[in-house]
């Protein structure tokens, strides 16, 4: 079982849709969590980082679950911006390791 | 404005070459990274290093080796360089502690070896 997991997508989905993605992680020790953008192409870039009660900033909500080992994001009123590969990443237990999912993939249609 | 910056985007090598990639960071972080990307595997970590001379095995490192003489710098090594080693590599930094701390990625550099 790979340590961090995503839904496999590619997500399509219409200008103005919520989209949910899915990350669950096989570490119970990890620590710290985050949800990275990547657009086509370029660096992988913090989108924002998973706070134990949930978080939100705009569109974008994240929520841990650490009893289930799952990571969620949430994005409300998607924009044909949002298109990118949304990367689910956990700091390894125990040292300041990153450990990246697969990815999973939206496009915003117009 | 953070920086990582890797020496170069593109890079084309024939087997059998000595690789040089190079990472510098000016955001005075501890720790720092090398990865590869591939297409259906997601980033994988090569190796790291949480401080000046230090570096440690990530999963990945066969066929690798790493430098750091300078906090800034962090170079990674394909000592005989072969066909499965073409890739995407990325470089990043973050500072060290626990909690959130934010990993910061190079513009990568795709190496393709021949």
């Known amino acids: 079982r790979k340590e961090v997991e995503q839904d496999p997508g590619p997500f399509n989905v219409p200008e103005g849709a919520t989209v949910a993605f899915n990350c669950t992680y096989s570490?119970?020790?990890?620590?710290?969590f985050f949800w990275y953008r990547q657009d086509c192409r370029k660096e992988p870039k913090l989108l924002m980082s998973?706070?134990?009660s949930g978080n939100e900033d705009g569109r974008f909500t994240a929520q841990l679950n650490r009893a289930s080992q799952y990571i969620s994001l949430l994005i409300r009123d998607s924009k044909l911006s949002d298109s990118a590969t949304y990367l689910c990443v956990v700091n390894r237990a125990g040292g300041q390791n990153f450990v990246f999912g697969p990815g999973t993939r939206l496009s915003v249609l117009p | 404005d953070v920086k990582v910056t890797q020496s170069s985007r593109y890079l084309v090598k024939r087997t059998g070459e000595k690789v040089f990639l190079e990472c510098v960071q000016d955001?005075?972080?501890?720790?720092m990274f090398w990865y590869r990307q591939d297409p259906g595997l997601g980033l994988r970590l090569i190796y790291f290093?949480?401080?000046?001379?230090?570096?440690e095995k990530g999963d990945i490192p066969e066929g690798y080796s790493v430098s750091r003489e300078k906090k800034e710098r962090f170079s990674l090594i394909l000592e005989s360089a072969s066909t499965n080693q073409t890739s995407m590599y990325l470089c990043?930094?973050?500072?060290?502690?626990?909690?959130?701390?934010?990993?910061?990625f190079g513009q990568g550099t795709r190496l393709t070896v021949v």
């Open positions: 990043a930094s973050s500072l060290s502690g626990t909690g959130l701390t934010e990993a910061f």
């Open positions: 290093s949480y401080d000046v001379k230090m570096k």
């Open positions: 998973v706070y134990s």
């Open positions: 570490n119970s020790a990890s620590q710290s």
């Open positions: 955001m005075d972080h501890e720790n």
